[in-house]
């Protein structure tokens, strides 16, 4: 009786915490970015750098793609190739007009996505934490958005 009452309480436990997804740590702003941000959400991810001519030009585009998929269950973050913290993160995002949010920690591990030398980068992540696209290069708010869509309705 105690063994099932144990492995009853471990199977009501694991059901419970199985909706508690990892945060991602802080953004650029120092501000927390809860699970519930990306729990079941699709993400696009951009690795970019101050030096990086064509990240400079992509990022108006992924400011608008982020404008445009709000409340649409997809978010756009932003990684600092350089992997700037605290005040230099705040001060190289502002300074290229970074508006979606950008990711202090990287989250390569967490998602397992393929390390890249070449910038900019970026990657489709569907509502389940897969890896569904890596985009080489400069991308466009409708490139992305299209990109989005074929893979969705793959589901």
């Not at 699970?35 to 970019?48: E, M, T």
């Not at 934490?129 to 074929?150: C, D, N």
Request: hydrophobic share 40%.
């Amino acid at each position: 009786m105690a063994r099932r009452l144990a492995a009853a309480v471990a199977l009501i436990g694991s059901v419970l915490l199985s909706g508690c997804g990892a945060d991602l740590g802080t953004d650029q702003n120092g501000q927390k970015i809860a699970s519930d941000r990306i729990d079941k959400h699709w993400l696009v991810v951009n690795y970019w750098a101050e030096w990086c001519g064509p990240c400079r030009t992509e990022i108006p585009e992924l400011n608008k793609l982020a404008e445009q998929v709000g409340g649409q269950n997809v978010s756009v973050f932003g990684v600092n190739f350089d992997n700037l913290q605290g005040e230099d993160l705040k001060t190289a995002s502002n300074a290229l007009g970074i508006t979606f949010t950008v990711l202090a920690q990287d989250p390569a591990d967490q998602y397992e996505l393929p390390k890249s030398e070449a910038l900019p980068i970026t990657y489709i992540i569907d509502d389940k934490g897969k890896v569904r696209e890596q985009l080489m290069g400069e991308q466009t708010a409708a490139g992305v958005m299209q990109k989005l869509t074929e893979l969705k309705g793959k589901g």
